[in-house]
């Protein structure tokens, strides 16, 4: 359970206050130079961006101690580890016995008999860190393949990105504190943000990712079909609550006529779907167009403000949470996004 | 790829105008009865039942070839086979040559270098109606634990069902040709379908599925969350664009403080949410509530009216669509979502 | 625990008195002619051969039920049945209360509480038929790429084939009721299988293997040992008590400067050992050599003559089996052998 | 490749002179305290104990990473490490480029393009130090249950232990440094390894392993064989060349009447052999008594002598190996048979 993908095999393992988080990245070919410096982008895009952000702030430094010779991958099991250094273990004596609304506390106790408390253990979000470094090296294998993948913030509470998919500006995602690459919606969501924040509450939102470069052929049916692997890896992110791909649930009320995409021989005489309401996979199998996808994420359950809830006897209590927590998980949450498609990707290339 | 689950696993084989479609089902305790009128119900539940669903009339009878000693279950491999009855191959005749938009022929060529051009081969939902025996099998396994699965259409186009989850009359579901439990808006969705019908079109639509009875601490965390192993599950259901659970999309413009279900002893003296927003889990794992999920589904791709698309020569052909096909795929998926949720059940409490 | 391989993967069915026995093989590409003649080619040579064979005389007529379109593979599942035609359960009334010794009789039901009583249900070897179609289409996919597999019997009771592994002439194999492609050595075995049958009793032999034509470099290395994956495949075979690869059990008492191979460039400029006693793996891997392995089986339980057992009662009975057995598995193993090399070589190589 | 169990999951990674070694245990149950002086006095088994065991003392110390709170089990993935203390890579300056013989320089380099040349990297036994690790956790599992594990050396060279299974005198395997638990059959080994090491040679041998305290019943037929795991378990390890269990090869000259194990009511009531020439398994499934298996070891392939091979060019070259090494593996081997044999059995109980 603690184990993604077949041929491209991750392994995580960490406490969000125990000594690290960590993984072991297994079916890497041999002879690959790691790029450390897309892993520690990729790390920094995962780091808490603004007052609305968490107030942890971890090193995120990655240490790895297999799998590596002279720089180069041995084809052998990679594992790393990134030490926990911004601990307070402080913040969660008091609600050592109470149930947090919307976290996994009471789940956790009830299917292994024990929980770690502080900072919600293996349920928290701080594992994220692990996939970042193992989305990367996987993204190092199918980047040479000409395959490539974005995810953005495309909506925070009601505000949404307007911009159509395919107008949308990649080199902007990071350049903005909410990955959402348009500058004005950029700055309306940065405002509920700290609306909300100021409430002592928290906010949901949505993150889309457009997997572009994909020949016609990739992937498997029935079982294996490219968007239940991604729509697994998806709903494996914490706080996300729904997938959809293509048109998705818009497609319930659409019509046949409106949503097929006829077929053309295009400019270089492949055959090929004209239109993409597809997106990108048809009986679970790439068409040859970008794979674009979408996930609902729910709004953060630690929360600032007073929460009545009850502890391990059953006696209700009010409930203020103190540990450091981001407002709205979105924009942390877009590049885990990336990290689990590029694994799924890997896994189907190689 | 044609596997699925791990304990509880079932193997599909079968095209939809080949010999058979049929499964095995590995891990089954031994020592059970076969209930075959439960299999025959359930096969029942996903046949053709109005002018608007297809002509093909399946017998949809059952061989059982193995794993059983006088209708009992052995412990070992359960093989069964639904032999194809009413094909009529002549209707796909004409367009063996022609990639059919929205359909799986372009991408089974790319991904096979060959298609069975009869009735969609392997992309048919005729192999569902396997997934539906297994689906049974699962059920006799779930059932003496005292969890249900009911799922019904909650949206065909524009007609949604507006009763809550928590009233639906189950007892009902069957009864409406539309799979909607409440019977003014079947007869709405009924009055669409015949109206998309007669316009040679088709139409997308919604199921929800409610999972009730199980325990708090079932399934797994990280990679194996339920809602990892149930949005693969639906996924893999041909059509099926988008998944969700609990609050799901609506998430996305949520805060914290309305979303979180706060615990409290109940009457029992248990220790549980209050309330279901989070759609019976957290952390990936069951907390004691229903789970309760929605899928979306594109329109049938197959048409009648006249669409333009080209041949494998990437000459542009009008194609009129003459197989005899459903107008919405949802009336008859219904039976297929709750046969693969009573399989990721199976293979959990297994 | 009834699907065998990753890439190349077989689901075995069926019981020795249920309707038939079959499979399913998943993960072979499309586009491949089926070789019936080989299948019926290996088929028969599972057969029985001589008066020392049981007397159960099988058919073996394979059914496709899925996978094939004209005659070639679509990339689907081919699943096929072998109808069982020649029980006589009659030959089990008397003992369905009794545990056989060397039988599962006892520990199937101590697994599942329950047990096929005629003719040994799924401990029967009757379902590596089965294993032997899969294996016939595993041969398909590694022929072309210049991979044999030559399967004998090296050893009946206490004669043993004394012609070195490279000196065997395979053409003679299924010259030989016994599979031991030496002909006087195979009379020896059969006066031998003749005595023992007079004696109303039964002896166990070994079974040799050759995989030629391999590149060096295939396989996994720790847990994914090529030796690991064909000990599992020899030891799921019946009756089967041990496996050994290269010098095998005679390593222990070798030194290292006798049992290491030497490198040298070979004639075609290919680095490679200069001898085989490895027995063409290093490390798990495969280092261009032939890979040899042999396998030993016990005599089979079944024997006429009286024995004293227990029925389940845990009254003591004198048992006489009146089934039709083999004197020995060997002869009938050899394809059986064949067919599970074939799988993991074709698994390795997709 | 490099993970091991389907419950119990064993991840194992790192190179014989890179950073460290270490595993991921996947799958154990929350709430137990880890025995860490098991955990110790297993690495302590795996240490060099005499002149003829290899120079390189490594101190084996474990750090733990995840998966524990307060000492105990948390039910997530436990990840542990030992550095690696005391490498000496200029050992191996000299034979970068030469293939080394009965080594995996050569298939490595065929299968992954490149290899880690200290210390035989990844190939190397330095491997097996997680792995006892791995199995002191699993012991952990099994002990409970009244599940035993000993292996002892039972050969080395020409020396074998005569003692039968039933009368060996497990407390004596540890007190000797050949792992053989009869101190006069130690003592003739010690003088052979003491010859074989000043003719700077090696020597093969064997390991007998005894599981005791199994119910009936445990274990999966056909693939899942329990013989089928053990065998692969066992032939993961490094040197390993066969894999025998109950009469093993010898059953090639036995008889059925000689070798089939009667049933009778034993004193408890218990239905159950009376004798165990089965070696505990029928059928794949355990019969209620002790499991015993045998495996070969080959001698270790680095010797001291001159050896004759070939460098990547090709060139003959003359080799004498400088690294430290056993002048034969057995001893050291005897605890990694006991770790997988407890991953194996951990698997299937729990």
Redesign the interface.
Known sequence: ????G?RF?F?????SH?????G?V??C???ISLDMALIEEDLEHRKPTASWSTARHEADQV???????NG????????F?LRNTDCRTADYNDIADI?R????D????????????NGG???SAR?TAARVVAGSIAKMLIRPRGIQIHAYTS????VCLNVPDAEVDYSRIYQEPTRCPDHKTSKEMEALLDE?RK?E??????VTCVISGL???????????V??????????INA??????????????????E???????DAA?H?S?LSNR??G????????HDIIFRC????????G?A????D?D?V?QQLRIRGRHDTCVVPRAVSVVEAMAAMVIADLTL
Not at 18 to 22: D, S
């Open positions: 359970m603690n184990t993604f077949n095999r392994t995580s393992f960490g406490e125990g000594a690290a988080v960590g072991v297994d079916g070919p041999g002879g240490e790895f101690l297999s799998g590596l010779y180069k991958t041995l084809g052998s099991p990679i594992a580890i149930y609304p919307g976290h996994a009471h789940t956790y106790e009830a299917r292994y008999g024990i929980r770690a408390v253990g293996r349920a594992e909506q925070i509470g009601t909300v409430n509450d928290s906010v949901g939102g949505a020949p016609a052929g990739l992937g498997n049916p029935i079982f294996g079909k968007q239940s692997l991604l729509a697994a890896a998806m709903m494996s996300c609550k729904g997938f959809e791909y293509g048109t998705g649930f818009a497609s319930a009320v659409m019509h046949g006529s949503l097929n995409d006829p077929y053309a021989k005489g055959i779907p597809a997106g996979l048809l009986g679970g199998i790439t068409n040859g609902a994420f729910k709004p953060t359950p630690s929360i403000r929460q009545r809830t009850c391990a059953g209700m």
